[in-house]
């Protein structure tokens, strides 16, 4: 029988060092707080109970994690008085089961992947697992110090290391898979005596020793999976190492990089083959993009789906869109959300479409805007037409059915609908349904004064 599992998320730090009036864990990385990461890392693991230790902003904390998490049931802890992580996981005890498993984990150290917790948890085969890390460079972290059979004895801090210990490499990254039994033993007897006056989790392993239990060890496979982040050069650092493990997957599944050090993947995405993405393009959210995909500079892409063979010119931005196969977009178009593009389009600068749809083979080449609208097949969009979609008040629909042609500079004055192969003249402002295979027009009648004299300006 598997053994349940809590996870024990601590998450209590001001992060004085952001220098910051938002708590530490929900400073963002790629996009997204530091405690959410964690979070969705758990969610991909069999979790029974989720626990959040929580302390400076709180009200914050909670509010931002609630409200983007509301599917996730977490007991929050308050931890009132910062007093150690021994301490922040003892104000825990109350809400964790005598039975099971817990991983603790730090909502400021957010890339920790599932598969590393995963094995982390099946190594914990009497009572306690940890995660350490070999570096070239221990100064100032705890050294994993183990006996002669190479077992784990103690974890000692650089200002207690002996000239020798400080030699050690393996060093404690403070993520642990602990019985839960153990941790109802152990962490009502944690003392504070020492020289900060904490009541430090790293006690744990000296009681779990002394208690001849053999402490497992792992290694991640990325060392920025135990990285914390305390200011604002280290949150930069590490969102510059995470990009670059994002680029690498994607360039080992075949997607070209103008120049990987120069694009942002703020979520997820997943590419097709021969997709080529140039510089300082940024996704956002859930992407995903087909086969023969090529984006230009500058672009930013959120939530969308690109179909194949899709060509997006510099500088568009495409907001929860769908995007069909052969589409032409830009340059600097802009697809609101809601907006779906059949096959075979073409959407041409500075068009902007919000909450539309058109169909195959339509064109909207030229500096137009088309809102909550459903454009059919082949139809022309001329240049500078716009729906006038808002009263003030209510939003109403545009309907353009298929082979219908709209003249340049027209406005199409909602509700109102262009019929099948219907057309509408140059600068005309329609305000009534226009009949399928009809020209309707509407403008002012064109007027001529002979010998004008333009005005003179008044000398002072």
Not at 63 to 87: D, F
Not at 97 to 121: E, F, M, R, W
Request: proline residues 3%.
């Amino acid at each position: 029988m598997t053994s349940s599992l809590s996870v024990i998320i601590l998450a209590a730090g001001k992060g004085t060092r952001m220098q910051s009036a938002k708590p530490k864990v929900l400073q963002t990385l790629a996009g997204k707080p530091l405690l959410g990461h964690v979070l969705d890392t758990c969610q991909q693991l069999t979790v029974d109970d989720t626990i959040v230790v929580y302390g400076f902003g709180g009200d914050q904390v909670q509010a931002t994690i609630g409200q983007q998490y509301a599917h996730l049931p977490i007991t929050w802890v308050a931890q009132t008085e910062q007093l150690g992580t021994g301490h922040a996981v003892k104000v825990a005890l109350a809400q964790l089961p005598k039975q099971g498993q817990s991983l603790i984990l730090y909502g400021d150290v957010p890339l920790v992947n599932s598969q590393t917790l995963a094995a982390l948890q099946s190594a914990n085969t009497e009572g306690m697992s940890m995660l350490t890390l070999t570096v070239s460079n221990p100064f100032g972290l705890g050294r994993i110090k183990r006996n002669a059979n190479g077992e784990i004895e103690a974890i000692v801090e650089q200002k207690d290391a002996s000239s020798a210990e400080q030699q050690i490499t393996e060093i404690n990254s403070g993520i642990y898979c602990v019985d839960n039994a153990l941790l109802h033993k152990y962490l009502p007897t944690l003392s504070n005596d020492n020289a900060q006056q904490e009541y430090y989790l790293t006690d744990i392993v000296k009681m779990a020793v002394a208690d001849g239990i053999t402490i497992a060890a792992i290694e991640p496979e990325h060392a920025f999976e135990i990285e914390g982040v305390n200011n604002r050069q280290q949150l930069a650092s590490l969102e510059r190492s995470w990009q670059t493990k994002l680029v690498a997957d994607l360039q080992v599944a075949g997607v070209q990089f103008a120049d990987p050090t120069r694009v942002d993947i703020r979520g997820s995405l997943s590419a097709g083959q021969d997709v080529f993405i140039d510089v300082n393009v940024v996704f956002e959210g859930d992407c995903t993009l087909g086969d023969n995909v090529y984006i230009e500079a500058g672009c930013v892409i959120k939530n969308s789906h690109i179909g194949n063979a899709c060509y997006i010119k510099p500088y568009c931005v495409i907001d929860s869109s769908t995007v069909g196969a052969g589409v032409d977009i830009g340059p600097f178009a802009h697809l609101r959300p809601d907006t779906v593009l059949a096959d075979n389009i073409k959407v041409g600068n500075f068009v902007e479409i919000k909450k539309s749809t058109i169909g195959h083979g339509s064109k909207v080449n030229h500096l137009s805007y088309i809102g909550d609208a459903t454009i059919g097949a082949d139809v022309n969009v001329g240049a500078g037409t716009i729906t006038c979609n808002y009263d003030g008040v209510n939003k109403a629909q545009t309907i353009v059915k298929d082979n219908a042609f709209i003249g340049s500079n027209s406005s199409l004055v909602a509700p109102v609908t262009i019929g099948d192969t219907a057309t509408v003249a140059a600068g005309s402002v329609i305000t009534k349904d226009v009949d399928a295979h009809s020209l309707a027009f509407g403008r002012a009648r064109q007027t001529a004064k002979s010998n004008h004299v333009r005005p003179t300006k008044t000398q002072k």
